[in-house]
């Protein structure tokens, strides 16, 4: 019953619903009984051979009557009390999804898609059933069930009624025991099913790779294996449920065997009629509703509660990027000082960067190079306020930017990330991504900047053109030029590249790159790459390595030194050269 009081708050704001439904609901209840009383009466009446063709008919036409009364009063009921709890599944799924957007990069890292996915159906489902079929069982079963039980009291024998009450203890033993198994078993299936759903979303994602190196096989026996695991825990969720049925069947059987044995006393004795006996075994008939009520009432709670706990443990889960309460609402804009001492990723036992410092003024370029895992994106991370947990500071304009509204600083910033993203809608839609309203002079800017508004025009629909699932196929290199697109249209303070011109050509590169130096004059510019050419004019050009600063300058003074860098760069011009001459 626990989880009624966690969903008090929704009880208390949509109390009128419930007290209509659970009126009607009563009321049902009540026009219930009258038709087997009718009945016993009739009966009587025919012993008594005082039945007439118009008492008959009375008591016909008062049958008929409560059965359409019923009918009527059931659909409201039902529709007040299905339809609020509609209202629940949908307020704790916007819920969950507001608090999926404000999560930091850790709890995605934790957390796997297919997961997530999991709590905002399947979950909110089984709370959903509390609000809903829950409310509704407890209050059929108390209205019907007490009613039932009052006029067997008072209107047949009270002897009997307590006689054919003797084994209803049993009711809350089995539904005790039987529910404490059903939570346990239920919060198995659905962690079950959230493993099955990740490795769906895995699978499905990755169908390309799983393809090309033949694993299929593999795929299905593993996904084979998750579905049987889903399937058996499931089966020990309806183990459980179907040991409710039989063993309320049983309790009410006995309920039956009293009955006829000390009712058939009472008639002889003529304590009561064989009508009033007739009606009672009907009333013990309509018993079992209720009682059957009672168990499905349990497996719903207990559904429903360790449903809630899943998604509680998900709210309960804070981002560790929090905004200061006054924070510095102004756009960034200016110098950037980047003075990070030291940083770890959450559980990783190895820094990621150390001593990384880089002073960069407004308007200038800075370029980074190194090894894969050297560092690049990780200061990325941190300019863009993903992990706030680290020694040092980066400031802009000598303002901490853990000090800004997360709004004013990530605004400030376009990022062009490694694994560019496109949303299934329109190119249009995609570039203007930032602010829908922006214009399509500016879209196509921005697309000329990033050397995409030719390829675009070639598209059948231009910029209506859809992309994703279910638009065109655009190659690599498109896909990484629409991001660039995306991140310029609104001429951010700060440009981000990590590696996003690893698929153009070098022609482009060098387009993009003159454009970006010609229209972003006053905004500063940070390039991430592998290929040396995308930073050799940057103001200053810093060689990570293991997570350090190893050589810094410019191009020229990099060359000089004669390490990693000048390396690099005979290497890949050797290699251009070799490419040209195989052309
Ligand atoms: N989420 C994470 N948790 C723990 N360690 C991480 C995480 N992301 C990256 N790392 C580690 O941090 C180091 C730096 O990674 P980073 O992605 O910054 O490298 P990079 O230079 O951008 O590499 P690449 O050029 O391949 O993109 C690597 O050793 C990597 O294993």
């Known amino acids: 019953m626990g989880i009624f009081k966690k969903l008090n708050w929704f009880f208390k704001q949509e109390w009128k619903s419930y007290v209509v439904g659970v009126f009607f609901l009563i009321i049902v209840a009540i026009l219930q009984v009258v038709s087997p009383r009718v009945v016993g009466i009739i009966i009587d009446e025919i012993a008594q051979g005082t039945l007439s063709r118009s008492s008959l008919a009375k008591w016909v036409l008062l049958i008929l009557v409560s059965g359409i009364l019923q009918y009527l009063f059931r659909y409201i009921w039902r529709m007040k009390i299905w339809g609020t709890s509609a209202e629940l599944e949908k307020i704790l799924r916007s819920r969950l999804f507001k608090h999926f957007t404000e999560m930091d990069a850790t709890f995605y890292q934790k957390f796997r898609t297919g997961d997530l996915m999991a709590h905002a159906t399947n979950d909110l489902n089984a709370i959903r059933m509390v609000a809903g079929a829950g ?8 209205s019907s069930g007490g009613i039932t039980l009052f006029t067997m009291f008072f209107l047949i024998d009270w002897r009997l009624t307590l006689i054919a009450m003797i084994p209803l203890p049993g009711l809350t033993l089995v539904s005790r025991i039987l529910g404490k198994r059903m939570h346990k078993s239920f919060r198995k299936a659905q962690a079950a099913f959230s493993d099955l759903n990740d490795k769906t979303q895995e699978s499905v994602s990755g169908v390309k790779v799983i393809k090309t190196f033949g694993e299929e096989e593999q795929d299905i026996r593993d996904f084979e294996a998750r579905t049987k695991d889903v399937m058996l825990k499931n089966k020990e969720v309806y183990r459980t449920d179907a040991l409710f049925d039989p063993a309320i069947q049983l309790i009410l059987g006995l309920s039956y065997a009293l009955t006829i044995i000390f009712g058939g006393r009472f008639v002889v004795e003529g304590s009561i009629s064989i009508g009033q006996l007739v009606s009672f075994i009907s009333y013990i008939s309509m018993m079992t509703w209720p009682m059957l009520a009672v168990g499905r009432l349990f497996n719903v709670l207990e559904r429903g ?6 998604i509680e443990e998900l709210l309960e889960e804070k981002s560790s990027i929090v905004e200061k309460k006054e924070s510095f609402p102004s756009l960034i804009s200016g110098n950037l000082d980047f003075q990070v001492e030291q940083f770890k990723y959450p559980n990783a036992t190895e820094a990621s960067l150390s001593d990384v410092v880089f002073h960069l003024e407004q308007g200038q370029t800075l370029g980074i190079v190194g090894r894969t895992g050297a560092g690049k994106s990780s200061i990325f991370k941190l300019l863009l306020r993903e992990y706030d947990n680290y020694e040092g500071r980066i400031l802009y304009d000598g303002v901490d930017i853990r000090d800004y509204s997360l709004d004013a600083l990530l605004k400030g910033i376009g990022y062009v990330p490694q694994d560019n993203f496109l949303f299934s809608t329109d190119i249009r839609e995609n570039i203007r991504f930032a602010d829908p309203s922006i214009n399509q002079e500016a879209v196509e800017a921005a697309a000329k900047l990033a050397a995409i508004h030719n390829d675009v025009l070639g598209f059948p629909e231009g910029y209506d053109t859809l992309v994703g699932e279910r638009g065109v196929s655009l190659s690599g290199g498109q896909k990484q030029r629409i991001s660039i697109a995306r991140a310029v249209v609104l001429n951010p303070e700060l440009l981000i590249l990590d590696d996003s011109l690893s698929a153009v050509d070098a022609k482009t590169e060098e387009a993009i790159l003159s454009g970006l130096k010609e229209r972003r004059a006053d905004k500063t510019t940070i390039i991430a790459a592998h290929r040396i050419s995308s930073v ?24 000089h030194l004669d390490g990693w860098y000048h390396r690099m760069y005979e290497k890949q011009q050797l290699e251009i050269k070799l490419e040209g001459e195989d052309a």
């Open 135 to 142: 409310i509704l069982t407890l209050a059929d079963s108390i």
């Open 305 to 310: 509660s360790a449903s809630y706990s899943r």
């Open 536 to 559: 050799m004019h940057a103001n200053e050009i810093i060689v990570l390595d293991e997570g350090r600063i190893v050589e810094r300058g410019t191009h020229q003074e990099l060359m």
